[in-house]
T-cell receptor
Framework: DAGVIQSPRHEVTEMGQEVTLRCKPI?????LFWYRQTMMRGLELLIY????????DSGMPEDRFSAKMPNASFSTLKIQPSEPRDSAVYFC????????????FGNGTRLTVT | AQSVSQHNHHVILSEAASLELGCNYS??????LFWYVQYPGQHLQLLLK??????LVKGIKGFEAEFIKSKFSFNLRKPSVQWSDTAEYFC?????????FGKGTMLLVSP
């Protein structure tokens, strides 16, 4: 299995631009998670989906952030407009829905907003 | 709500020293516990997990962790660390749905 695939690996953009991060979960996994990692805040859960349905988006910082999962094999995280404080590494992870199942992480997208 | 507390932000050891990283959690239901490792510039990888059964769990690369329910703890141990163990280590708890991470412990092993 190829694991969780994220793209792009690196994204550099100017403040005010729209940014779209992409994720392909492991086939057969029915839960998908978006995390953000920064030095100051560590790993923060932004949103997670079960069976393509958003369950908890309370971690999404503000309305500039949105996430979709149109099917079981694809999810996007969009930031519009982007700001310098959004600079971070964004990880996507997938798992089976059961609580004992570990999350498998993608390689992350390092976002830099100038 | 579930939460995780890791005792140390930074740990520095010499090669061959023994390692113990502390982790305490808070969760009211059946708990599933994990340790993840993040090598510099890489993504998180699963070291080990506790789901049920034997409270002493063994993971990859010689790591082990012990679940002590009465202390709400899940400490990570390794008898003899190597330079290649330099990384950040995250303890995490999962209830029914989401995985909550601790702040992480940065381990630096000097050769």
């Amino acid at each position: 299995d190829a694991g969780v695939i994220q793209s792009p690996r690196h994204e550099v953009t100017e403040m005010g631009q729209e940014v779209t991060l992409r994720c392909k979960p492991i086939s057969g996994h029915n839960s998908l998670f978006w995390y953000r990692q920064t030095m100051m805040r560590g790993l923060e859960l932004l949103i997670y989906f079960n069976n393509n349905v958003p369950i908890d988006d309370s971690g999404m910082p503000e309305d500039r952030f949105s996430a979709k999962m149109p099917n079981a094999s694809f999810s996007t995280l969009k930031i519009q407009p982007s700001e310098p404080r959004d600079s971070a590494v964004y990880f996507c992870a997938s798992s089976l829905q059961q609580g004992g199942s570990p999350l498998h992480f993608g390689n992350g997208t390092r976002l830099t907003v100038t | 709500a579930q939460s995780v507390s890791q005792h140390n932000h930074h740990v520095i050891l010499s090669e061959a020293a023994s390692l113990e990283l502390g982790c305490n959690y808070s969760y009211g239901g059946t708990v599933n516990l994990f340790w993840y490792v993040q090598y510099p510039g890489q993504h998180l990888q699963l070291l080990l997990k506790y789901f049920s059964g034997d409270p002493l769990v063994k993971g990859i690369k010689g790591f082990e962790a012990e679940f002590i329910k009465s202390k709400f703890s899940f400490n990570l141990r390794k008898p003899s660390v190597q330079w290649s163990d330099t990384a950040e280590y995250f303890c995490a708890v999962r209830g029914y749905s989401t995985l909550t991470f601790g702040k992480g412990t940065m381990l630096l092993v000097s050769p």
